[in-house]
């Protein structure tokens, strides 16, 4: 027999691979589908690639890749006999479950046992070879197969702050010796004892001692004392004060110089008087505990209950559409985005309703394309295949999985983020873009989806000392709403609540009951059409700096319009913090009034002038020294770094944001860190460059034979800006893409007279343009304007009527933290999409979301 399966595997042998370090074993999850080793037909890992495929979708990869060995790996997850000793599903020290799989949570462990089968699968034919069958193969196929069974799951090889780092027991844990000292935390109030710091408290668990942190660990601020007193008196544990909960604590060990966990946390606490369970008891942040003075923690237990509809008895819903999203940790945000997103009919109809094309002309390795994942989600998410009711039998509800895990689609769309790729929680606005962004740069020559939500904006920019204007139009997909809380219905009442919270902090007392800000959703959109003043604004009339103040109507308007809720603020320690407020939001919008109307009768038009090019004074005196570099706040780079930014991308925001402080140069960086060369060095011409000069006249003049490469003229256009306006804005700024961006922004002036030029352009030139610009002043209920160049930004005008459809809602004190819930309504119902779990809503809490969601009313 050995001889014949050796015999049978020579044709086979030079496409068996032994996994080396580096490669990926995907064990867990199918490429095309969300089918796993507990799926009914199990999982295929090719021997070549190390892919994992479902049973669906494996004789499609042996057809294109004509890869032939397979190891199929089965769990088994049955119920327990009758009087069968309980315990915790085995693991590795059962011979029979020898895969290294993530256990199923949903199966508790006194009740089902598991069973691990592999064996080797030749294709067409489905030869099968179980394993282990070491003496019967030969040598290099026994030891591939080893190594893939013994390998880590794909996205256990993760960088160490990757999402799913592990954090392991502190040594000091257990032998932990604490001080009868007689000190007893207060609830609140508290300061770092070695100076006025109120942010960033860490309490040393040995002494009680409450010091500042560094900013070496979370990302806030500090000078340092909590590891001062470690290096006084070699007391190794500190928990951080404002994130406790029976389960989750942020526990550092100055020792093992790492965050560590504590498995007696409630007792360590216990003894300087916290008692973690009634913090539970009393409100909760999703494992996030706020004892902040802005965001004290009652509050957070209303809208924890509110928005997840805590204490109703909820019916479950199945099937399609209706199939939840595993928390993968933190994860809450993507979830919440993907399922709005894919009860869009553009959406589906982009991924779902092109499947097969999708699969048939996927890469070699599906797992890092995004079409292919797109299409993976959508339909996982609306095929029904993996939201099916329970059902009691014999093999436990296997064939009834509770909703899907996203690991191999969060590994790709965060892949080189820094925030999206961490373990940490996420503003789901900013993923929201991210992914807009995503889609726009995969789908050149394919149905984009985004043409849904993509909308122009007319900016109408006045000069205060010549009464003369500009108006301008740029692209948009997200309409920010203010919340004016000098608004709010109930001032009176939030004035005594605070005065009643400054008074109870003085005292160390704790704060009285928190009040939420009730703002009439009317007074949010006349502070959207408020004039807001534009810095360091430059008149073309005046030609130099003057005071601007700039006001946005729509231009046009879109199919889907998604309007965030300005809730958060940046406080001191540059965590965004959340406004605690209601808003009456209604089911219905008609935002005609906001529509633009361009130049108007009376009004004078601002020249059409471009302002000069300022470089750094000491760039000008030593411009023949390129070795010189620019003026920049070190300190504050060096601020921002220590967040986790790179350096020379700190600097550069410092430097373009005119060194305005950090505050600025942070909305700089969130602004620019998609872009290729966001962390290269600073670069700046010199006027020994061949780059711009500027003429007496104040014009800016560009050689002829400057012209941009295409790679950053693709870069700026998939943004959503025109190509004219790219190449000028490249050409005037040496082909520097952060330098072109801000050009652009504040060169927008210039728009007006690309677009109408456009047409008579594509007589002499081949290049593109976005014609979609030029109906500044028109609109209609048309679908697409009938001039718009198909190869530019589409724009869907039509009524500025909505109706409202879903929203997504935050809990929590920050963006960093928290969990993210979201309702749709479907088939005339409110659902709420608790991560894995869904429900028919019964109170919808559309007052304290987040994000919403319009759909267009058809015109009548």
Request: hydrophobic share 35%; charged share 25%; glycine share 6%.
């Amino acid at each position: 027999m050995a001889a014949d399966l050796g015999e049978l595997l020579v044709p086979y042998m030079p496409t068996i691979r032994v996994p080396r370090s580096g490669d990926r074993v995907f064990k867990n999850e199918c490429a095309f589908s969300y089918d796993s080793p507990e799926s009914e037909g199990g999982l295929y890992v090719c021997m070549n690639t190390f892919l994992g495929f479902g049973r669906e979708h494996v004789e499609r990869h042996y057809r294109k890749t004509g890869q032939s060995v397979y190891m199929h790996l089965k769990r088994h997850v049955k119920e327990k006999a009758t009087g069968a000793a309980g315990g915790a599903i085995p693991r590795r020290r059962n011979g029979k479950v020898f895969l290294d799989l993530e256990l199923n949570r949903d199966f508790n462990g006194d009740e089902y046992e598991c069973e691990d089968e592999a064996k080797l699968v030749i294709f067409p034919d489905h030869f099968e070879i179980p394993l282990p069958n070491i003496e019967e193969l030969p040598a290099l196929v026994t030891i591939a197969c080893d190594a893939v069974l013994n390998a880590a799951s794909a996205y256990k090889k993760q960088e160490p702050e990757s999402w799913d780092e592990e954090i392991q027991v502190s040594k000091h844990a257990r032998s932990l010796r604490q001080q009868d000292n007689g000190v007893r935390i207060p609830p609140s109030g508290w300061k770092c004892q070695k100076c006025e710091m109120k942010e960033n408290l860490w309490l040393n668990l040995s002494d009680g001692a409450v010091l500042c942190g560094k900013w070496f660990f979370d990302g806030a601020g500090g000078n340092g004392h909590a590891l001062d007193h470690f290096k006084d008196t070699n007391f190794p544990l500190a928990v951080k004060l404002d994130n406790l909960t029976p389960d989750i604590a942020d526990i550092y060990s100055f020792d093992e110089e790492e965050a560590v966990l504590d498995p007696q946390i409630s007792e360590h606490l216990q003894h300087f008087g916290i008692d973690i369970i009634q913090i539970q008891r009393n409100g909760t942040d999703n494992g996030h505990h706020n004892t902040d003075n802005t965001n004290n923690v009652r509050p957070r237990v209303s809208e924890w209950e509110v928005i997840q509809e805590s204490g109703m008895k909820l019916k479950a819903v199945y099937g399609s559409g209706f199939t939840g999203i595993k928390n993968l940790g933190n994860s809450c945000y993507l979830g919440t985005t993907m399922q709005v997103l894919f009860s869009i009919p553009e959406f589906q109809r982009a991924y779902v309703g092109n499947l097969q094309r999708i699969y048939d002309y996927s890469p070699l390795d599906p797992s890092t394309d995004f079409s292919t994942q797109m299409a993976k989600l959508g339909h996982g998410l609306l095929s029904g295949l993996y939201s099916k009711p329970p059902m009691k039998s014999e093999l436990i509800e296997q064939h009834q999985p509770k909703g899907i895990s996203l690991k191999m689609f969060k590994a790709l769309v965060s892949n080189g983020h820094p925030e999206f790729s961490s373990n940490r929680q996420q503003d789901a606005q900013k993923f929201f873009l991210h992914l807009i962004n995503l889609v726009e740069r995969n789908s050149v020559g394919s149905e984009n989806p985004n043409d849904a939500f993509r909308y122009l904006v007319e900016e109408r920019v006045q000069c205060c000392q010549t009464q003369k204007v500009r108006y301008t139009q740029k692209v948009d997909y997200l309409m920010q709403l203010p919340a004016p809380i000098e608004a709010a219905s109930n001032r009176e009442e939030l004035i005594a609540y605070e005065a009643k919270r400054n008074e109870a902090e003085e005292n160390m007392r704790a704060p009285p009951e928190p009040v939420r800000a009730r703002i009439p959703f009317t007074a949010c959109l006349q502070a959207f059409t408020e004039p807001e003043n534009v810095p360091d604004f430059w008149s073309s009339e005046l030609q130099a700096k003057s005071a601007g103040v700039k006001t946005s109507r729509f231009a046009s308007f879109p199919e889907y319009l998604v309007v965030q809720i300005k809730k958060f603020t940046f406080v001191v320690d540059w965590v965004p913090k959340k406004v605690d407020l209601s808003i009456d939001i209604p089911d219905f919008l008609d935002l005609s009034r906001l529509r633009g109307t361009g130049l108007q009768a009376g009004e004078q038009e601002l020249p059409d002038l471009t302002p000069p090019i300022v470089l750094p004074e000491d760039t000008r005196n030593n411009s023949m020294n390129s070795s010189d570099s620019p003026e920049i706040d070190e300190s504050a780079a060096v601020q921002l770094a220590e967040m986790g930014f790179p350096l020379e991308a700190c600097r550069k925001a410092i430097y373009y944001t005119g060194n305005m402080g950090p505050e600025m140069a942070f909305n700089w960086i969130i602004a620019h860190m998609e872009e290729p060369d966001f962390a290269e060095p600073l670069a700046l011409p010199t006027f020994m460059d061949p780059g711009p000069s500027v003429a007496s006249s104040g014009l800016a003049a560009t050689p002829l034979d400057n012209h941009p490469p295409e790679e950053s003229i693709g870069i700026l256009t998939s943004m959503g800006f025109p190509r004219r306006h790219t190449v000028q804005a490249l050409k005037a700024t040496n082909n520097n893409l952060e330098r072109a961006l801000d050009w652009i922004f504040t060169h927008t002036e210039r728009e007006e007279e690309e677009t109408s030029d456009a047409l008579s352009d594509m007589a002499d030139t081949t290049e593109p343009n976005d014609s979609a610009f030029s109906n500044a002043n028109t609109h209609s209920d048309s679908t697409l304007s009938p001039d718009q160049d198909a190869s530019g930004p589409q724009i869907k005008d039509g009524p500025g009527r909505y109706e409202l459809f879903a929203f997504i809602s935050h809990i929590g004190a920050s963006t960093m933290s928290g969990h993210y819930v979201c309702h749709i309504k479907k088939e005339g119902r409110w659902v709420i999409f608790n991560d894995h779990k869904v429900c028919l809503s019964e109170r919808p809490p559309k007052d304290l979301g987040y994000i919403y969601f319009y759909r267009r009313l058809s015109s009548s």
